[in-house]
């Protein structure tokens, strides 16, 4: 059997690797039968995953559990220096498309007639294709009404990008509305915070035919827009 500290190493390796998250049970079978016992196994995974956290806590990286399971990344703290390595910017995405996305997170399922029932105008497109293409959401199924349209619903994708573990994680909507009024001031807020449903609001974008057009485009101005948000280092 392999001692307790060479696992850790060992898992701790294979999470700088990876291309995406590991689950525990991924990590433990990196292990065969004579080098982990597989009564204990779970147990010893979860024993190697938390002496990394710990060992974590005085440095810039942090291991971090997702919906998809467990990655190593920078901490917030240390972003904007690490931004500034990055040759290609953080995408900004209009308001009309995180109005959207928000829609979808917090109503899900929902069909795309749903959507435009809330926001009060059409939903463009290019606004559901940029959703899809990102793997942000995903057809679920189909409504039984007549026309059985598509119904949406987030994605494991979607709980990663955001740091979130399950649905359950999501700010109340009461909780970050407030945010959602300064958040598009601020280049750097996080999207999740602002994952809110506010057509009421005056400085929401009403864009009508226009969503199909601005919706999923990346700005190349680097100045700030009332209705562009600028998405935060996060992975």
Known sequence: MIDQEKIVRIIEAA????????????LAN??????????TASKTI?????IIENECLSKSIELKRVASGYRFQVKKSYSEWIGRMLHDRPPRYTRALMETLAIIVYKQPVTRGDIEEL??????QNIMRTLLER??????????????????ASTKEFLDYFDLKNLNELPEISEIQELVEKG???KHINVVDQLALNKDQD???????EDDQSASKFSDDGGSSSNVVNLPLNS
């Open 15 to 26: 999470l700088f690797t990876a291309e995406s998250p590991m689950e525990a049970k991924d």
């Open 30 to 39: 990196l292990f065969n039968a004579e080098e982990l016992a597989k009564e």
């Open 46 to 50: 979860r024993d190697a995953l938390r």
């Open 119 to 124: 926001r009060g105008v059409s939903v463009g």
């Open 135 to 152: 793997g942000w959401i995903r057809t679920v199924g189909q409504k039984e009404v007549p026309g059985r349209p598509a119904l949406y």
């Open 184 to 186: 598009m001031q601020d």
């Open 203 to 209: 400085d929401t974008v009403r864009v009508g035919e």
